[in-house]
């Protein structure tokens, strides 16, 4: 049993010198107004200070009840509040005479402020003693003149008809008659809600009466006759119609709130496409119109639970739904994209890219920082549209290739990445492509996505007119490298003194980590670099010569397709010359002090490039043009297959030969079973404790050994931890005031103090808590256990039994993205952007008794949860190296990256690093930690 008594008054206070109990009586008495409300004030202080001060309850009763202040009576009612009733032999005080009459005098006082807060003061009483004589003087205030009274009045008849219902066993008959005649919004819902809970079968009788006028009410009342109707439909009433119709009038109250709980039990009750079809056009709405960004989350949450039943009335109001994108919010225009995506169909794939279309056209005149970000993501899902509707792709790709010389990196390269799979998927759009690629690269000025747009043109130029409109268009972009090589000099103009500049560049060392790599180059270089207005030629100037090794190969590829076609012999020779010619003066562009000089890598592969057009090789020929070709087509078939297992079918929740279950033939006690077969949408938000599998673990706290053994059972919620703490007494003694006292380490926060409890010999009892976990952190739980023994002289020291340390996990708040997301929840260029930002980085050794590659590849992905983002065919491959990007999300939105990279050694032993990084350094730290002790139980 607790030792603490349930009170509604609750002040903050700090100890200090009490005064004694004579000097107060003799203020309640003999004080003046200001004196007396000061006295009580202190009185009640003292009183949440743990002072009982019984002295002082007659006194109270006989000068400050009897007094016309009003903020004295108020002071008197919360100090009876607090005050003890009973005695130690748990019968009502003779005192409580007296204020009864005192009570009884104010809810007949003509102020009908002093008589409401006396009628409120009396519902939180639980002493039938003093509430009968009370009961005449109750029921006489329900018909008062002011609204206050009456409002105070039902609430009274609701406490004590819950707490004593044989005292006024007609209670819901008063208040039924009640309603009959009451005007007052408040009176009214305070009168229906007792109804509700103590007699809904008066509370349906008066409903029926005003079925067709509940949209008129206020929206207090309209909640309860909600949350009524939901309870009765559930029950199989015969009026469940007319309930229905009142649900359905209740989707268009003035109150967003209204309309959100109405609509919430319209996909409860019934699954009739009227009602889905009036549930999901409210939940629209209010989608589209409320500025409260939290809302417009809840209601995408129900939305998304629509759709999994359906999907087919809400195809018809996709048009409606994308109207959130209007939002600014970037995580709204997210999940309203993925939802949009999912309800694509042939009927309405025309709207739907032309809503996107539209959006993409107004990033463009927007300057806020989200425009680019939500740009990529208009993108990601016009692509998706093109996948999977092959219709609609010549009209899109035509709007997003203009999109390739777009200032915003990621934009760029994800169009880039859309018109290499078009063109190779639709061979008829390959030379309105190509034409449109050629007027717009001399305007792409980042290097990756100048890579890409010189890749399609040398793999899809198949013509004698692709192939020299393309070999023009480079031509032209590249301009004149010779006057980088031999600067203009005149005899008469005297020689400028050479500036240098110091330029760096990152650089990724062997073992993985990065270093800064500076170099000097020639001023003039630099004047010339800000003046370039060749694309091509200006990512030469910087040194940028992975790009060159592309531009070399691709007109490697122009010459080797050339050669093939039926044209003269002088023309292409004269085309590989040219082509060579360029080669060569790339390679000495890399060798000039005026620029970063070229790195071994590139170097060799443009030698190759020459080495190949000067001796032609059959097998190196097929290397560039047929096997590069053969590899882009089977990784966009693997890609393709990749979305076809994410789309999974819908799971078969009844089988064929499950039970039938009939709601006109069930028993009225089978209420349980009606409650699980109408509420299957609302599972995920009301039954998750009772539907989901939350990971819970047993810790023993103590020993055997010990005076109390503890365990305790840890369910991780989404946000909060449950602590369900068993304690058990192995003594042969009472143990009184036994406390659980717990603090915590990292992100976690006690949210309540458990209470103290007794516990008789060999007896258990079970104390819960919670606490609330705040980021994606390894926390620690600990504490200890104090106690009195009964019987035994109390010292100042109390008996103390410490607890043993609870670890909670941090993979219990990391799970990887689902794979039936149609948008990509982290694409490979949004890896490279966020390990370029993210600052925390933790390096883990491999050291492990695994010896195959993949097998500890997928040994980390199962013990961390993350997902792996590198294609997995190539790492089938037999090969004594690997390397992989693996990606997860928190609960709470934190991006968690890794890189593993490993190698076999000839003894048969994996070697090499796991690098993690994150935004915070919690969850690279605690994700580090928990790799290092999965490898050592491994090996274990």
Same mark, same amino acid.
């Given at each position: 049993?607790?030792?603490?008594?349930?009170?509604?008054?609750?002040?903050?206070?700090?100890?200090?010198?009490?005064?004694?109990?004579?000097?107060?009586?003799?203020?309640?008495?003999?004080?003046?107004?200001?004196?007396?409300?000061?006295?009580?004030?202190?009185?009640?202080?003292?009183?949440?200070?743990?002072?009982?001060?019984?002295?002082?309850?007659?006194?109270?009763?006989?000068?400050?009840?009897?007094?016309?202040?009003?903020?004295?009576?108020?002071?008197?009612?919360?100090?009876?509040?607090?005050?003890?009733?009973?005695?130690?032999?748990?019968?009502?005080?003779?005192?409580?005479?007296?204020?009864?009459?005192?009570?009884?005098?104010?809810?007949?006082?003509?102020?009908?402020?002093?008589?409401?807060?006396?009628?409120?003061?009396?519902?939180?009483?639980?002493?039938?003693?003093?509430?009968?004589?009370?009961?005449?003087?109750?029921?006489?205030?329900?018909?008062?003149?002011?609204?206050?009274?009456?409002?105070?009045?039902?609430?009274?008849?609701?406490?004590?008809?819950?707490?004593?219902?044989?005292?006024?066993?007609?209670?819901?008959?008063?208040?039924?008659?009640?309603?009959?005649?009451?005007?007052?919004?408040?009176?009214?819902?305070?009168?229906?809600?007792?109804?509700?809970?103590?007699?809904?079968?008066?509370?349906?009788?008066?409903?029926?009466?005003?079925?067709?006028?509940?949209?008129?009410?206020?929206?207090?009342?309209?909640?309860?006759?909600?949350?009524?109707?939901?309870?009765?439909?559930?029950?199989?009433?015969?009026?469940?119609?007319?309930?229905?119709?009142?649900?359905?009038?209740?989707?268009?109250?003035?109150?967003?709130?209204?309309?959100?709980?109405?609509?919430?039990?319209?996909?409860?009750?019934?699954?009739?496409?009227?009602?889905?079809?009036?549930?999901?056009?409210?939940?629209?709405?209010?989608?589209?119109?409320?500025?409260?960004?939290?809302?417009?989350?809840?209601?995408?949450?129900?939305?998304?639970?629509?759709?999994?039943?359906?999907?087919?009335?809400?195809?018809?109001?996709?048009?409606?739904?994308?109207?959130?994108?209007?939002?600014?919010?970037?995580?709204?225009?997210?999940?309203?994209?993925?939802?949009?995506?999912?309800?694509?169909?042939?009927?309405?794939?025309?709207?739907?890219?032309?809503?996107?279309?539209?959006?993409?056209?107004?990033?463009?005149?927007?300057?806020?920082?989200?425009?680019?970000?939500?740009?990529?993501?208009?993108?990601?899902?016009?692509?998706?549209?093109?996948?999977?509707?092959?219709?609609?792709?010549?009209?899109?790709?035509?709007?997003?290739?203009?999109?390739?010389?777009?200032?915003?990196?990621?934009?760029?390269?994800?169009?880039?990445?859309?018109?290499?799979?078009?063109?190779?998927?639709?061979?008829?759009?390959?030379?309105?492509?190509?034409?449109?690629?050629?007027?717009?690269?001399?305007?792409?000025?980042?290097?990756?996505?100048?890579?890409?747009?010189?890749?399609?043109?040398?793999?899809?130029?198949?013509?004698?007119?692709?192939?020299?409109?393309?070999?023009?268009?480079?031509?032209?972009?590249?301009?004149?490298?010779?006057?980088?090589?031999?600067?203009?000099?005149?005899?008469?103009?005297?020689?400028?003194?050479?500036?240098?500049?110091?330029?760096?560049?990152?650089?990724?060392?062997?073992?993985?980590?990065?270093?800064?790599?500076?170099?000097?180059?020639?001023?003039?270089?630099?004047?010339?670099?800000?003046?370039? %207005?060749?694309?091509? @030629? =200006?990512? &030469?100037?910087?040194?940028?010569?992975?790009?060159?090794? +592309?531009? #070399?190969?691709? /007109? *490697?590829?122009?010459?080797?397709?050339?050669?093939?076609?039926?044209?003269?012999?002088?023309?292409?020779?004269?085309?590989?010359?040219?082509?060579?010619?360029?080669?060569?003066?790339?390679?000495?562009?890399?060798?000039?002090?005026?620029?970063?000089?070229?790195?071994?890598?590139?170097?060799?592969?443009?030698?190759?490039?020459?080495?190949?057009?000067?001796?032609?090789?059959?097998?190196?020929?097929?290397?560039?043009?047929?096997?590069?070709?053969?590899?882009?087509?089977?990784?966009?078939?693997?890609?393709?297959?990749?979305?076809?297992?994410?789309?999974?079918?819908?799971?078969?929740?009844?089988?064929?030969?499950?039970?039938?279950?009939?709601?006109?033939?069930?028993?009225?006690?089978?209420?349980?079973?009606?409650?699980?077969?109408? %509420?299957?949408?609302? @599972? =995920?938000? &009301?039954?998750?404790?009772?539907?989901?599998?939350?990971? +819970?673990? #047993?810790?023993? /706290? *103590?020993?055997?050994?010990?005076?109390?053994?503890?365990?305790?059972?840890?369910?991780?919620?989404?946000?909060?931890?449950?602590?369900?703490?068993?304690?058990?007494?192995?003594?042969?003694?009472?143990?009184?005031?036994?406390?659980?006292?717990?603090?915590?380490?990292?992100?976690?926060?006690?949210?309540?103090?458990?209470?103290?409890?007794?516990?008789?010999?060999?007896?258990?009892?079970?104390?819960?808590?919670?606490?609330?976990?705040?980021?994606?952190?390894?926390?620690?739980?600990?504490?200890?256990?104090?106690?009195?023994?009964?019987?035994?002289?109390?010292?100042?020291?109390?008996?103390?039994?410490?607890?043993?340390?609870?670890?909670?996990?941090?993979?219990?708040?990391?799970?990887?993205?689902?794979?039936?997301?149609?948008?990509?929840?982290?694409?490979?260029?949004?890896?490279?952007?966020?390990?370029?930002?993210?600052?925390?980085?933790?390096? #883990?050794?491999?050291? *492990?008794?695994?010896?195959?590659?993949?097998?500890?590849?997928?040994?980390?992905?199962?013990?961390?949860?993350?997902?792996?983002?590198?294609?997995?065919?190539?790492?089938?491959?037999?090969?004594?190296?690997?390397?992989?990007?693996?990606?997860?999300?928190?609960?709470?939105?934190?991006?968690?990256?890794?890189?593993?990279?490993?190698?076999?050694?000839?003894?048969?032993?994996?070697?090499?690093?796991?690098?993690?990084?994150?935004?915070?350094?919690?969850?690279?730290?605690?994700?580090?930690?928990?790799?290092?002790?999965?490898?050592?139980?491994?090996?274990?």
């Amino acid at each position: 049993m607790s030792t603490e008594r349930p009170c509604s008054l609750i002040i903050n206070c700090e100890k200090g010198d009490f005064p004694n109990t004579s000097e107060l009586k003799e203020k309640l008495e003999k004080g003046s107004i200001k004196e007396k409300i000061a006295t009580m004030k202190k009185i009640l202080f003292l009183m949440q200070a743990g002072e009982k001060l019984p002295q002082l309850l007659v006194p109270i009763i006989r000068f400050i009840t009897t007094s016309k202040d009003k903020p004295l009576k108020k002071l008197a009612l919360l100090y009876f509040d607090a005050a003890e009733k009973k005695g130690p032999d748990n019968k009502l005080l003779q005192e409580m005479i007296l204020l009864c009459n005192a009570l009884m005098l104010d809810m007949n006082h003509p102020n009908e402020y002093v008589r409401g807060c006396t009628l409120r003061f009396v519902s939180k009483l639980r002493e039938a003693e003093i509430i009968e004589p009370l009961l005449p003087t109750i029921k006489s205030n329900l018909e008062h003149r002011h609204a206050f009274v009456r409002r105070n009045a039902i609430t009274a008849l609701h406490s004590i008809y819950a707490d004593f219902s044989t005292l006024l066993p007609d209670a819901p008959d008063i208040v039924f008659n009640f309603l009959q005649n009451e005007g007052d919004a408040s009176c009214k819902r305070n009168a229906f809600l007792m109804l509700s809970s103590c007699c809904q079968e008066k509370a349906i009788e008066y409903l029926l009466g005003v079925v067709d006028q509940v949209t008129t009410y206020a929206d207090t009342f309209q909640f309860i006759a909600i949350d009524l109707i939901r309870k009765v439909c559930k029950s199989n009433h015969p009026e469940r119609s007319r309930f229905i119709r009142c649900m359905l009038a209740l989707v268009g109250s003035s109150s967003a709130a209204v309309r959100y709980e109405s609509a919430t039990a319209l996909m409860v009750l019934s699954s009739a496409p009227t009602a889905i079809h009036a549930a999901a056009s409210t939940f629209i709405e209010l989608l589209c119109n409320q500025s409260d960004n939290n809302v417009k989350m809840i209601v995408l949450d129900r939305l998304l639970e629509i759709k999994q039943k359906h999907s087919k009335v809400l195809q018809g109001l996709l048009l409606d739904v994308m109207r959130a994108l209007s939002c600014p919010n970037m995580d709204i225009r997210k999940k309203t994209l993925d939802f949009a995506l999912d309800l694509v169909s042939l009927r309405n794939i025309d709207e739907v890219v032309l809503v996107l279309k539209k959006e993409i056209a107004k990033t463009q005149s927007q300057e806020e920082d989200k425009a680019a970000e939500y740009r990529q993501l208009l993108v990601q899902a016009i692509h998706s549209c093109a996948v999977r509707f092959s219709e609609i792709a010549g009209s899109v790709v035509d709007i997003l290739i203009e999109f390739l010389s777009d200032t915003n990196g990621n934009v760029a390269l994800t169009v880039a990445i859309f018109v290499k799979e078009v063109i190779e998927t639709y061979p008829n759009l390959r030379q309105s492509i190509l034409r449109q690629i050629l007027q717009i690269l001399n305007q792409i000025k980042i290097s990756k996505v100048c890579r890409a747009a010189l890749w399609t043109i040398g793999e899809f130029s198949q013509s004698i007119e692709d192939i020299d409109g393309a070999f023009t268009a480079i031509r032209n972009s590249l301009g004149d490298l010779q006057k980088l090589l031999v600067p203009e000099e005149t005899e008469q103009a005297p020689k400028e003194t050479k500036t240098l500049v110091q330029t760096s560049i990152t650089r990724v060392l062997s073992d993985g980590t990065y270093a800064s790599q500076s170099a000097l180059v020639d001023s003039a270089v630099q004047r010339s670099l800000r003046t370039e %207005t060749n694309s091509l @030629k =200006s990512l &030469l100037l910087v040194g940028d010569f992975f790009f060159a090794t +592309t531009l #070399v190969t691709t /007109l *490697t590829k122009l010459v080797l397709k050339l050669q093939t076609l039926n044209v003269k012999t002088t023309l292409k020779n004269s085309f590989c010359a040219e082509v060579v010619f360029i080669a060569t003066e790339i390679l000495l562009l890399g060798k000039s002090p005026n620029i970063k000089s070229i790195d071994s890598d590139s170097y060799e592969r443009i030698g190759l490039c020459i080495r190949l057009l000067s001796e032609p090789s059959e097998l190196l020929r097929e290397i560039f043009i047929v096997h590069s070709h053969n590899s882009f087509a089977e990784m966009l078939r693997e890609q393709k297959e990749k979305i076809k297992l994410g789309e999974k079918p819908k799971e078969v929740t009844v089988q064929v030969d499950d039970l039938l279950k009939l709601r006109q033939l069930t028993s009225q006690k089978a209420g349980q079973e009606i409650e699980e077969e109408n %509420t299957p949408t609302t @599972k =995920s938000f &009301l039954d998750i404790e009772k539907n989901d599998k939350k990971p +819970t673990r #047993v810790y023993q /706290l *103590t020993g055997f050994s010990d005076p109390i053994y503890a365990e305790a059972n840890v369910v991780v919620h989404q946000y909060d931890i449950l602590l369900d703490v068993m304690v058990m007494n192995l003594t042969n003694d009472t143990l009184q005031n036994v406390s659980l006292e717990l603090s915590t380490m990292g992100d976690l926060k006690l949210v309540e103090k458990p209470q103290t409890y007794t516990i008789g010999p060999n007896t258990k009892r079970q104390i819960k808590t919670t606490i609330k976990v705040s980021s994606t952190e390894t926390g620690i739980i600990f504490g200890n256990i104090v106690y009195d023994i009964a019987g035994k002289a109390t010292t100042g020291d109390r008996n103390i039994v410490i607890l043993n340390d609870i670890h909670i996990d941090i993979i219990d708040y990391i799970s990887a993205p689902s794979p039936t997301s149609l948008i990509i929840p982290c694409t490979d260029s949004a890896f490279r952007a966020m390990w370029a930002e993210f600052e925390w980085e933790n390096k #883990v050794a491999v050291n *492990t008794s695994i010896q195959d590659l993949n097998e500890f590849l997928d040994h980390i992905l199962k013990s961390t949860n993350m997902q792996c983002l590198t294609t997995r065919s190539p790492l089938d491959s037999e090969c004594g190296f690997l390397a992989a990007n693996l990606y997860a999300k928190s609960i709470f939105g934190e991006d968690a990256l890794a890189n593993v990279c490993v190698e076999k050694a000839t003894d048969g032993k994996i070697s090499g690093c796991i690098r993690i990084r994150s935004k915070t350094q919690g969850i690279a730290l605690s994700l580090g930690d928990k790799i290092t002790l999965k490898q050592k139980s491994i090996e274990a």
